[in-house]
């Protein structure tokens, strides 16, 4: 599988752009190729495809795209690339890219940085520090607020909401998914998840009715495809 990739990804490079070299057209489907291989699980191959990227982004032709485009897609594949190594349990090998990529990035690209953050807040839930992962996520709230991305507001409110979880702070974390709530009907957004950790967080606190309340709604918003959380009432 890993040869096949990287064969579709130097057949994808040699899409060249006149003389000017490797266009920018090829850098962004390696970049969207990696996210979907991340997607699929296939860490190892997206690490891959994504390195190679890396190692042309800087000479690319940037005919018809401009610097500030490929600028940011250079960050992306390196948001993509430290995600490729979190998801294999690379956690050292990750935290100097995150690392990077927040001390290089403009202090107007919120966007990129929430993402950035975001991605942080996941690597230091998955080893349980929990400290960094909450300061993380809180940090890619307030990037993704000044960047006024709905999209990013919700993934970092959602990671804040489960750390808090994580660490017994029950009612920052019912604040939070209050909130997460309100934002899926603003968004028209699949909030089966949350009304699950909603539930099991009224179970931990002995409010049976409130938590079979959320669990029921979880379900009747899953669609049929009730997500892992139900298996506490299934």
Request: aromatic content about 12%; charged content about 20%; proline content about 2%.
């Amino acid at each position: 599988m890993r040869f096949w990739v990287i064969a579709c990804a130097f057949l994808c490079f040699c899409n060249l752009k006149g003389q000017g070299g490797i266009s920018g057209d090829s850098i962004t489907e390696l970049l969207h190729e990696g996210e979907t291989l991340c997607n699929k699980g296939l860490f190892v191959e997206a690490e891959a495809v994504v390195a190679e990227a890396l190692r042309h982004h800087s000479s690319v032709a940037y005919a018809g795209f401009g610097k500030d485009y490929m600028d940011s897609i250079g960050f992306q594949l390196k948001i993509i690339y430290g995600w490729s190594k979190t998801l294999q349990g690379k956690y050292s090998e990750a935290k100097p890219v995150f690392d990077e990529i927040i001390s290089s990035l403009p202090d107007t690209a919120y966007v990129l940085k929430a993402e950035c953050y975001v991605r942080m807040s996941s690597m230091y839930g998955m080893q349980g520090i929990y400290e960094h992962a909450e300061v993380c996520a809180a940090k890619a709230l307030d990037a993704a607020t000044a960047g006024k991305d709905m999209l990013t507001i919700y993934r970092a409110r959602a990671f804040l909401g489960d750390t808090y979880c994580y660490t017994g702070q029950y009612e920052k974390a019912l604040a939070e998914y209050y909130e997460l709530r309100r934002l899926s009907v603003l968004m028209n957004y699949d909030n089966a998840m949350t009304m699950g950790k909603m539930g099991i967080i009224y179970q931990r606190l002995g409010d049976y009715p409130l938590a079979r309340q959320y669990y029921l709604e979880s379900l009747s918003l899953s669609k049929g495809k009730a997500p892992v959380t139900h298996s506490v009432i299934l």
